[in-house]
């Protein structure tokens, strides 16, 4: 299985910015859709932003839209998530995953919906 790789995760206050980013294998990488999910303790899984492969199109949980931005770099095969304005409740373990499908036109959200995952990075937020 075709591993990401997540880094930038920390522990910030409320209110303060943060960015993490996920690389994977370029072969990964090429056409696929990214995401960000994530998991707070006790909690499912769930998603938080996506992008299309070509980042034309993007896609937010209700809970961080406004507040969160992903992107990516296709030249460096980096999807990026920069979070602003965080809440204690945005704590969580922050996963990216790339899509079983390629070239597909609107971001996927259901976990079922994507084949590559990273090992996740914490991202803690203090009040």
């Known amino acids: 299985q075709v591993q990401l790789v997540e880094s930038g995760g920390g522990l910030v206050h409320a209110g303060d910015s943060l960015s993490v980013s996920c690389t994977a294998p370029a072969r990964t990488f090429s056409g696929c859709a990214m995401a960000w999910f994530r998991q707070a303790p006790g909690k499912e899984r769930e998603f938080v932003a996506g992008i299309t492969w070509d980042g034309g199109r993007a896609a937010y949980a209700g809970t961080v839209r406004g507040r969160f931005t992903i992107s990516r770099d296709n030249a460096k095969n980096t999807v990026y998530l920069q979070m602003n304005s965080l809440k204690p409740e945005d704590t969580a373990v922050y996963y990216c995953?790339?899509?079983?499908?390629?070239?597909?036109?609107?971001?996927?959200?259901?976990?079922?919906?994507?084949?590559?995952w990273g090992q996740g990075t914490q991202v803690a937020v203090s009040s």
């Open positions: 995953a790339a899509s079983i499908a390629r070239w597909a036109t609107e971001p996927y959200r259901t976990p079922s919906d994507f084949s590559s």
